[in-house]
């Protein structure tokens, strides 16, 4: 009894906020879209019942959606192999620093987190811009080699870079938990059994780290995957990701059957890649869980 | 030219000597034992010749070539670390395999190489473990394995048996011990159980405050403690100190405050006057309910304060009139038997001169 009054909000909250949700947006997306926007009657004048699969066959047969999916899955796991890049030695670094300065590191790489996402992506517009400094050095250096000069703002590389950057922390910080945990006497063991640096990195270090890997890579992955502010604010033409088109569905187009088989691919994606990384990451790190 | 040699040694912390001048020499085939209390720099004796700490002045030669500028990657020494350092994500023969990976022995031999350390160290059958999935006895035997299997010139053990309990302990010192004689690679052990050390050790160094106290073998280290420290760490000891009244004939005469006048032999030149010590191990007090018929060379009267009993022998702490303590110990060599004497009875106690040991200063 007492079991089910301290779960009972919050499975509340989650059926009537998520479950219920998502089951209509399933539901939504076998119907038809109305003449003016969202939806068509279910049932329609001559009383038939207006269930069909339109809006999976358009996805699965104009390649344009499946490449921007594709594209999305690109751009989201670009983000996480940088990510990862970034983060590792400065994860390595906070962990291995005198445990006094570990906090105030933390704080420093959570700290953009204290302003506004919005706030923080429209200040790239301002970094990248054609009129400051970084795009007037780059192109400074590009006119000295005869190049002409290129737009940072509205392009793939402006998208990246700010994926990077808003991901970075939920790299950092589960890489950090792992890191922090190591034990120093397996280094020294690995280096008296005759391992240099590198090998004492790839065969202890790294394999041990796996777990906050995973869970980084999850952490940063999966939201990139739907973002749609980045690319509409920083990307140009060519941008636009999956999360773009399920906003332009509902907020533009106004085809929901559609915004939902995009949501719901989006999903789907999503945790079956979230499954396959748990999976991986438990028999590949059961071992060292358990340890 | 020795296998291993330290030679004026020194390791510093800030002020503090944890390394103080040291030099001994370890022979190929020696099972040599670093003994000592905590912080006596054992430990940091061993690191400097596993290459992970470095000394601020001496050298330490392997085969007559100095270590220095060598990394611990690149010295042909093992070692085996207190807290077993298995890879826990490694199976027991991927632990084993590692240094024979490193060391870039073909991947065909291998698997007779792994075969072999594990049948040194009794775990074939064991290859596909995980380390938790071992006890710890079994994990000590995987390190002790995975740092014989490349063969190399010497052991370095910190206190590997520490861990363990007493019982497990006992079993894996002999198996030690058998497996040094078997392998014959010189082992560096360091622990600060005296009776692990006399138990395993061809020779043991006896350290304190950074320095070697005495170097020799365990029977002449509990038989003849060349310093009031040792005479103290190693088993139980009665230490008698006092003014040296006489010397004759090779036996000493000390006046010791709240016992009176012992007498022991010695080879040793003592001048009257001078400052000694008698060590006096609790098995050589012969303790009795009634005077002794023949008159030996010492000879106290006192009460017993405590009693403890331990099984096969019982340990009397005896009063004298004066208020100092003796310790004497009996065999119930009698099964049933706890004790001979009660608290408070009187008891007469006594030993021949040969029976302690004379230590100046």
């Known amino acids: 009894m007492a079991k089910w009054i301290v779960s009972g909000p919050p499975l509340l909250y989650l059926l009537v906020f998520f479950a219920i949700p998502a089951l209509i947006m399933v539901v939504a997306s076998f119907r038809s879209p109305g003449e003016f926007g969202g939806l068509a009657p279910l049932v329609d004048e001559a009383g038939k019942l207006d269930i069909n699969l339109d809006s999976y066959a358009r996805f699965f047969t104009e390649t344009v959606y499946l490449q921007v999916f594709f594209k999305s899955a690109w751009y989201a796991a670009l983000t996480t192999l940088i990510c990862l890049a970034l983060a590792y030695p400065l994860a390595t670094l906070i962990a291995k620093s005198p445990r006094k300065y570990r906090d105030l590191l933390l704080l420093l790489v959570i700290l953009p987190f204290w302003s506004n996402f919005l706030i923080r992506v429209y200040a790239w517009m301002i970094i990248l811009g054609p009129n400051a400094a970084l795009a007037r050095v780059i192109n400074g250096a590009l006119a000295f080699v005869g190049i002409e000069p290129v737009p940072l703002l509205f392009s793939a590389f402006a998208v990246l870079v700010c994926l990077v950057y808003v991901h970075l922390p939920f790299m950092v910080l589960p890489l950090y938990a792992n890191l922090e945990k190591h034990d120093q006497a397996l280094l020294d063991a690995a280096q008296d059994l005759g391992a ?17 890997v995973y869970a980084g ?5 999966i939201p990139a995957l739907g973002i749609f502010a980045i690319p509409d604010i920083l990307g140009g033409p060519n941008d636009t990701l999956i999360g773009n088109l399920i906003k332009q569905q509902f907020l533009e ?21 979230a499954g396959i990384a748990a999976w991986v990451g438990r028999r590949g790190a059961g071992s060292i869980a358990r340890a | 030219m020795a296998l291993l040699d330290i030679e004026h040694v020194t390791r510093r912390f800030g002020d503090f000597a944890a390394v103080d001048d040291v030099t001994l020499a370890v022979e190929a085939g020696e099972f040599f034992t670093l ?65 024979l990976q490193m060391a870039r022995v073909p991947a065909g031999e291998r698997p007779a190489r792994i075969a072999a350390a594990l049948e040194d160290v009794r775990l074939i059958g064991f290859e596909k473990r995980y380390p938790h999935e071992l006890s710890g006895g079994q994990k000590q035997r995987v390190a002790i394995a995975r740092a014989l299997v490349t063969h190399p010139t010497m052991l370095l053990l910190d206190e590997p048996l520490a861990a363990l309990d007493a019982k497990l302990r006992e079993e894996l ?5 058998n497996l040094q004689k078997e392998v014959g690679i010189a082992f560096v052990y360091v622990t600060h159980d005296q009776t692990e050390a006399l138990a395993l050790s061809h020779r043991i160094a006896v350290m304190n405050a950074g320095r070697v106290e005495q170097l020799d073998e365990p029977s002449k280290i509990y038989g003849f403690p060349r310093t009031k420290f040792v005479a103290d760490f190693i088993g139980q000891c009665n230490l008698f100190s006092g003014l040296v009244t006489s010397q004759s004939a090779g036996v000493v005469t000390l006046d010791v405050a709240g016992i009176g006048p012992v007498r022991v032999a010695t080879q040793a030149s003592v001048a009257a006057g001078s400052i000694g010590t008698i060590a006096l191990r609790p098995e050589k007090v012969r303790i009795a309910a009634a005077a002794p018929v023949d008159s030996p060379d010492n000879h106290f009267r006192g009460t017993v304060a405590d009693l403890l009993y331990m099984g096969d022998v ?12 003796i310790e004497a110990l009996l065999a119930n060599s009698q099964s049933g038997r706890a004790k ?20 100046a200063g």
């Open chain 1, 217 to 221: 890579a999850a952490l940063v992955f």
């Open chain 1, 196 to 212: 240099n640096g590198w090998q004492r990195f790839w065969r202890i270090t790294f394999p041990l780290s796996l777990p906050g």
């Open chain 2, 35 to 99: 003994l000592g209390p905590s912080g006596c720099g054992k430990t940091t004796l061993l690191r400097m010749i596993a290459g992970f700490d470095l000394p601020d002045g001496g050298r330490i030669l392997l085969n007559g070539q100095d270590l220095a500028g060598q990394p611990p990657e690149a010295r042909p020494v093992r070692t085996v670390f207190q807290n077993y350092a298995l890879f826990p994500h490694m199976t027991v023969e991927g632990n084993v395999a590692f240094p």
């Open chain 2, 314 to 325: 019982t340990v009397y702490r005896v009063q004298t009139s004066d208020g100092s303590r």
């Open chain 1, 253 to 273: 187009t106004r085809d929901w059957p559609f915004g939902s088989v995009l949501s719901i691919v989006l999903t789907v994606a999503a945790l079956a890649l």
């Open chain 2, 340 to 359: 001979f004497f009660e608290v408070g009875d009187a008891v007469e106690m006594s030993w021949p001169v040969d029976a302690g040991h004379f230590i």
């Open chain 2, 173 to 177: 010192q002999i198996e030690l011990i």
